[in-house]
């Protein structure tokens, strides 16, 4: 029953009401120790003015809202566009569920990368968010298209907007390059596209060390399949249909990754890094409909 209060130490009315009682404060908390009040009901009211406050009760943290069941558009997204069976229950983070989707906040002018991540049943897990933007940045965003050839942060956030990670595309003019970096800047890898023609690849870097690989199944480089550095497929990543409204109107674009057994650690960020930022930092090219 400890208090932060300035109060000082003494004999004050029972915090509990026990009448005609006082019990001592500390000064930190109040103790075990009480008396009868010998001094009348006007002077023990004088002295409860300066009695110190019931100790503060703690509120329980708040905790995102999460669907009352199992959300049946996200549930279409994952079993029947991205063709993946319900995975294995998880343990409810961006680094401990097998199956992320990655949903792109539909907007008919995009000037800031947002995406919505969840696990395959609809609940989210997080964000990933653009950073670092100015106001002249987002201007020429809005008349031109030359964005995507410019330096891009993004901030992927936990459930509560904590940040986990932060991904930063320096300006390219052929090849991308994202650097990965954990929130106190501590470096986890690289993702680095190899090549410009044909299916697009790009290799996982640690350290100068290749441990894995990003393969584009077709030339638009929408579908990925993940390897490790033995061409080992360990996750894989799916564009899915978000419909021919907002295909042809909005900037969305979603996505499921799929991870097909529990990666060790630093693969396991950079695959998430990549299935979180494939749109905005790996593939930024002209979409479907021109």
Same mark, same amino acid.
């Given at each position: 029953m400890t208090t932060h209060s300035n109060t000082p130490a003494g004999w004050y009315p029972d915090p509990h009401g026990a009448a005609q009682t006082l019990r001592y404060w500390d000064g930190a908390q109040w103790t075990q120790h009480t008396h009868q009040d010998q001094q009348g009901a006007g002077q023990g009211a004088a002295q409860a003015v300066q009695a110190p406050p019931a100790p503060p009760v703690q509120q329980a943290p708040?905790?995102?809202?999460?669907?009352?069941?199992?959300?049946?558009?996200?549930?279409?997204?994952?079993?029947?566009?991205?063709g993946v069976s319900g995975g294995g229950a998880g343990g409810g983070t961006l680094f401990t569920e097998p199956v992320l989707v990655v949903n792109?906040?539909?907007?008919?002018?995009?000037?800031?990368?947002?995406?919505?991540?969840?696990?395959?049943?609809?609940?989210?897990?997080?964000?990933?968010?653009?950073?670092?933007?100015?106001?002249?940045?987002k201007i020429i965003r809005f008349f031109?298209?030359? %964005?995507?050839?410019?330096?891009?942060?993004?901030?992927?956030? %936990?459930?509560?907007?904590?940040?986990?990670?932060?991904?930063?595309?320096?300006g390219k003019i052929?090849?991308?390059?994202?650097?990965?970096?954990?929130? %106190?800047?501590?470096?986890?890898?690289?993702?680095?596209?190899?090549?410009?023609?044909?299916?697009?690849?790009f290799a996982l870097m640690v350290n100068g060390q290749q441990v894995g690989a990003i393969k584009?199944?077709?030339?638009?480089?929408?579908?990925?399949?993940?390897?490790?550095?033995?061409?080992?497929?360990?996750?894989?990543?799916?564009?899915?249909?978000?419909?021919?409204?907002?295909?042809?109107?909005?900037?969305?674009?979603n996505y499921v990754l799929q991870i097909h057994y529990q990666l060790p650690e630093p693969l396991l960020s950079l695959v998430v890094a990549t299935a979180l930022t494939v749109d905005t930092a790996l593939k930024q090219d002209a979409r479907g409909f021109g």
């Open positions: 708040q905790m995102p809202q999460q669907s009352a069941g199992p959300d049946a558009r996200v549930q279409r997204q994952v079993q029947q566009q991205a792109q906040k539909a907007k008919l002018i995009e000037l800031t990368n947002e995406y919505k991540v969840m696990d395959q049943n609809g609940n989210q897990l997080g964000s990933v968010t653009q950073v670092g933007q100015s106001a002249l940045r031109y298209s030359i %964005d995507q050839f410019m330096k891009i942060k993004l901030e992927i956030r %936990d459930a509560h907007g904590q940040p986990l990670m932060l991904l930063t595309r320096p052929f090849k991308s390059r994202v650097i990965v970096e954990r929130p %106190d800047g501590s470096p986890v890898g690289e993702i680095v596209q190899q090549n410009m023609i044909g299916k697009i690849n584009a199944e077709n030339w638009r480089a929408w579908n990925f399949a993940i390897v490790d550095h033995t061409e080992n497929e360990v996750a894989r990543i799916t564009k899915t249909w978000e419909g021919l409204a907002k295909t042809m109107f909005t900037t969305a674009d």
